[in-house]
């Protein structure tokens, strides 16, 4: 196995396309690439030579992420996901803006979009998934930043997502995410229901010992002075910590495509979601390009 991370995203195609050669499974830091094309070679050739390529998105493979899914897929409670608002931000300080390469052209040109960003389109990728709905039609930048060598540094965007089975783009859902290097930290979600919302404030790195979110219903208490929503904690079992889950969900598809080449369903799975993911961030780097304009995508 070969484990790529905090490489400069240009650089990283010829890493990965090396250890795919030699015959090494490559789990790698995202964003995978600077573009969908190079993405999907490294895929054609991953296919080739019968070893598996997976991207670091860690909270994904948290056991508390399985049951959020499971939480907001009963509709009978939940009603229909309609809307996912998230953020994800930190303050770097002047080393930060100065070195890391999280804030260069030549290093990763992507930015916040492609760093912090990601999280916040993965998190609706899967939400959506589960409730059949992950079709994407179109992606949108409505506010960004640039530093000094044209990397987003803050950005407000907007993700498009339909039922997989319809033709145009009626009763869409809808992402909406804010991610920034200039602002302290949050790492927050709201998951709107028909009936009910989720939120949690630690669904990328979860707090010590904690594995909970908070659903609120749509009884609002009334009296003279104010209202409140109906709110109840919800506490699910703590599992591994999620970088292990990662590591061992990896080894787990590594030894499928051996076994089964890339037949193995999980597998193929994963890795379209994360090839879809790397499409969001261009379409929204594009719309950035363009001023703004909503990106299709197909």
Avoid at 110 to 130: N, T
Avoid at 258 to 286: F, T, Y
Wanted: proline content about 2%; glycine content about 6%.
């Amino acid at each position: 196995m070969t484990l790529l991370k905090w490489f400069e995203s240009r650089i990283k195609k010829d890493w990965i396309m090396k250890a795919l050669k030699a015959k090494k499974h490559v789990l790698c830091e995202k964003p995978v690439s600077i573009a969908a094309s190079d993405y999907e070679e490294l895929l054609a050739v991953a296919k080739e030579a019968g070893r598996y390529i997976m991207d670091g998105t860690m909270f994904a493979h948290n056991s508390r992420t399985g049951h959020l899914l499971e939480y907001i897929s009963r509709e009978a409670e939940f009603g229909k996901v309609m809307r996912i608002n998230s953020e994800f931000t930190f303050r770097g300080d002047e080393d930060f803006f100065d070195n890391d390469i999280r804030t260069t052209k030549n290093g990763d040109p992507y930015g916040c979009i492609g760093d912090l960003g990601w999280y916040c389109v993965r998190l609706a990728q899967i939400v959506f998934k589960k409730v059949d709905c992950g079709t994407v039609t179109r992606a949108q930048t409505t506010f960004w930043e640039l530093n000094e060598e044209g990397v987003p540094i803050d950005a407000q965007c907007m993700v498009f997502f339909r039922n997989e089975g319809a033709d145009n783009d009626i009763d869409e859902q809808v992402l909406s995410f804010h991610c920034s290097f200039i602002h302290p930290l949050q790492q927050r979600v709201s998951i709107i229901g028909t009936k009910q919302s989720l939120e949690m404030v630690d669904y990328v790195i979860p707090r010590e010992g904690s594995s909970s979110w908070c659903v609120h219903g749509q009884d609002l208490t009334v009296n003279d002075e104010y209202c409140v929503r109906s709110s109840d904690m919800v506490e699910v079992p703590c599992g591994s910590v999620q970088e292990v889950l990662m590591w061992r969900n990896f080894s787990k598809h590594c030894r499928a495509v051996e076994r089964d080449g890339w037949q193995a369903e999980d597998a193929n799975v994963l890795s379209a979601i994360s090839l879809q993911n790397q499409k969001i961030v261009d379409a929204l780097m594009e719309s950035i390009e363009q001023n703004g304009k909503p990106i299709r995508l197909h």
